[in-house]
């Protein structure tokens, strides 16, 4: 798939009179793109200038570091620095407060080193947040653990080995470190894929007890392609899908765990997905997690995630977060006009600030009214979509018809 990118630059010498530049790229999974026009010292000058005074404008911090890619954002925090003399991120801590904080603090770190932050919180806080460990840990790829452990025993100065180690116990622990090692074995072995079948079947269903080590050695050490493989000859064997018999053979964290590395080797996506839903039907909208999700897997593949999330329960991951973190948010930021999260799903993907001109434009019957657009927006939509165009009284709007909001 491709995404065309529109920028309409207003002119002020003609008055009236846009001109609309294109631009076509490739798309990745992400739903959060690096900014076409990307300017660091520019941006860094607006989030000085929002931060500055009484008062923060909470409105453009979040829609400008939510419309740049994380690698921009650290081009954004040097030339902050270079600038100014400030740490961005201390400044912006300083300037937010509650749930907003949260998540501008989660987008500000580089993407590995935000896996490896989350990690030692929750080994190292009150009690061991065990989601975190089996989310992260289940989820990412091979080099990707890799690439954390390094991260993580340079920030911290010592191994997530290690420290997984100091608190946990028991098979939980076997599998949460033979996960943290990033050492699955590649491809499929054919020759195998029946083996492992018939030894997982008799280690749970055919067998009084379970031999929990035998569960932990093939699915913590097969490659998601084997294992799929290896799923489809089981419910063969079994009359049953793999989920099933971990409920009946396993409890607590260690099926948490297996039913993880299970859902992600079938699905990344579909595990998101259905971890998202899960933050939402708590009591009380489990924004830690929400925000985790949502930060960690916007340059990844969210396209997909809102895609199967749309699909399997019936209804937009842009809508459904608009409304469950609406009230909750509002109270974290007084004046907050936006429902932070949802900006990483957008219609409208990225933004610029460069001049005070009202634009108002609708998406599919989603509107939004803001003072701080620009004469120069870049919004992205998929080939095929109908644009039309009506410039009057100084106002643009935007019409997007056909376009699935998913």
């Known amino acids: 798939m491709y995404y065309i990118y529109f920028i309409l630059y207003y002119d002020y010498f003609f008055c009236n009179r846009f001109i609309l530049v294109l631009y076509f790229l490739q798309a990745t999974r992400g739903s959060v793109k690096p900014f076409v026009n990307f300017n660091a010292k520019h941006d860094a000058e607006v989030l000085r200038k929002a931060m500055k005074g009484i008062g923060t404008d909470e409105d453009v911090i979040l829609m400008l570091l939510a419309a740049r890619s994380n690698a921009q954002r650290q081009e954004i925090k040097a030339a902050y620095k270079k600038a100014f003399g400030k740490d961005l991120g201390k400044d912006l801590r300083s300037e937010l407060g509650g749930k907003l904080e949260d998540l501008i603090v989660a987008l500000m770190y580089p993407s590995i080193l935000y896996d490896a932050h989350e990690l030692h919180k929750a080994i190292k806080g009150v009690g061991t947040e065990d989601e975190v460990l089996i989310e992260i840990l289940a989820s990412r790829t091979c080099d990707e653990i890799k690439d954390i452990a390094k991260a993580y025993k340079k920030e911290y100065g010592s191994k997530l080995e290690k420290d997984i180690m100091g608190d946990t116990s028991g098979h939980y622990q076997r599998l949460l470190v033979i996960l943290a090692q990033g050492n699955r074995e590649e491809g499929v072995d054919?020759?195998?894929?029946?083996?492992?079948?018939?030894?997982?079947?008799?280690?749970?269903?055919?067998?009084?007890?379970?031999?929990?080590?035998?569960?932990?050695?093939?699915?913590?050490?097969?490659?998601?392609?084997?294992?799929?493989?290896?799923?489809?000859?089981?419910?063969?064997?079994?009359?049953?899908?793999?989920?099933?018999?971990?409920?009946?053979?396993?409890?607590?964290?260690?099926?948490?765990l297996l039913l993880a590395v299970v859902k992600c080797a079938k699905s990344v996506p579909a595990y998101f997905a259905e971890s998202i839903r899960e933050s939402m039907r708590r009591a009380g909208t489990d924004d830690e997690s929400l925000i985790r999700i949502m930060v960690s897997r916007s340059e990844r593949d969210m396209l997909d995630i809102r895609a199967i999330y749309k699909k399997k329960f019936g209804e937009s991951l842009y809508s459904t977060i608009q409304e469950d973190t609406e009230g909750d948010y509002q109270k974290a930021n007084r004046e907050n006009k936006t429902?932070?999260?949802?900006?990483?799903?957008?219609?409208?993907?990225?933004?610029?600030?460069?001049?005070?001109?009202?634009?108002?434009?609708?998406?599919?019957?989603?509107?939004?009214?803001?003072?701080?657009?620009?004469?120069?927006?870049?919004?992205?939509?998929?080939?095929?979509?109908?644009?039309?165009?009506?410039?009057?009284?100084?106002?643009?709007?935007?019409?997007?018809?056909y376009l699935d909001i998913i």
């Open 339 to 401: 429902k932070q999260l949802s900006h990483f799903i957008p219609e409208i993907t990225q933004y610029d600030y460069k001049h005070q001109y009202p634009f108002h434009f609708h998406f599919n019957h989603v509107s939004l009214d803001t003072k701080h657009t620009n004469t120069h927006l870049v919004f992205t939509v998929t080939v095929g979509t109908l644009l039309n165009f009506d410039i009057s009284n100084k106002r643009l709007h935007i019409f997007v018809h």
């Open 190 to 256: 054919e020759s195998r894929v029946e083996k492992d079948a018939k030894e997982l079947f008799a280690a749970g269903e055919e067998k009084f007890g379970t031999d929990e080590d035998k569960f932990i050695n093939i699915l913590g050490n097969r490659s998601a392609e084997h294992l799929r493989k290896v799923f489809d000859a089981y419910k063969k064997i079994a009359g049953c899908d793999i989920e099933e018999s971990i409920k009946d053979e396993c409890t607590g964290n260690l099926e948490a």
